[in-house]
């Protein structure tokens, strides 16, 4: 049985979706933690009404990033997971706590990366003309929005697209594709090499298109 924990720091509708799939599929795994770096992060309900521990670390409790890190860190190993979640977890962490969980810490992004890196993806992407957007899951590495990519889904942007049209287009493909990578992980399907990741039976077809 893996033991899953997932970071957010608001909504939590990723969180929703993975901890749905887990149940309603039976994977081998279990969602131990759900920890928020804000308070009132509406996610924290949904898996407290679930039974799933929570827990919040306000980051602006601390003096550095490294304390709040390490603190972290504390929590999480408390929880001994197999597998660290991002899951709309809006905060930069550092070097030490990427390398501390190297191998077993996933993000998703709301861009097809490499492009738009970083925060107001979705304006990014109808600003520069896209005729595609969509979401990656990658493990993270310690540059920002680069780990190695574990799958990408796409969606169409329309004409009249507003940035929130857009986001929740791209949000609807995160519900479907979060919850298959993380499976993936948990029924240890996922290669990581130099070229990139491959799932041990799909090989590179990792593609959600909508
Ligand atoms: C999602 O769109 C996720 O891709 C994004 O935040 C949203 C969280 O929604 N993550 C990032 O921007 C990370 N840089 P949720 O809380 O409802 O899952």
Not at 58 to 63: L, N
Not at 178 to 200: I, N, Q, T
Request: charge should be negative; charged fraction near 20%.
């Amino acid at each position: 049985m893996k033991r899953i924990l997932i970071l957010i720091s608001g909504r939590g509708s990723n969180l929703q979706a993975i901890v749905q799939r887990c149940a309603d599929e039976a994977w081998p795994a279990q969602v131990v933690a759900v920890i928020s770096n804000r308070p009132g992060a509406e996610g924290l309900g949904f898996a407290a009404a679930r039974g799933i521990p929570t827990a919040m670390l306000d980051h602006r409790g601390f003096a550095s990033r490294e304390a709040f890190d390490d603190e972290l860190s504390h929590l999480i190993d408390g929880f001994a997971p197999d597998l660290v979640v991002l899951a709309g977890f809006m905060r930069i962490l550092g070097d030490g706590f990427v390398a501390r969980y190297a191998g077993r810490l996933l993000n998703i992004h709301p861009s097809l990366l490499p492009a738009f890196a970083g925060l107001q993806t979705h304006r990014r992407a109808i600003e520069a003309g896209c005729k595609l957007a969509g979401a990656t899951v990658h493990f993270v590495t310690p540059t920002l929005d680069h780990g190695p990519i574990v799958a990408q889904a796409s969606v169409p942007v329309l004409a009249d697209d507003t940035p929130e049209t857009l986001s929740d287009r791209v949000l609807a493909a995160e519900h479907r594709m979060y919850p298959e990578a993380v499976r993936w992980f948990v029924e240890d399907e996922l290669r990581v090499s130099e070229g990139g990741v491959v799932h041990h039976r799909l090989g590179i077809s990792q593609l959600f298109c909508g």
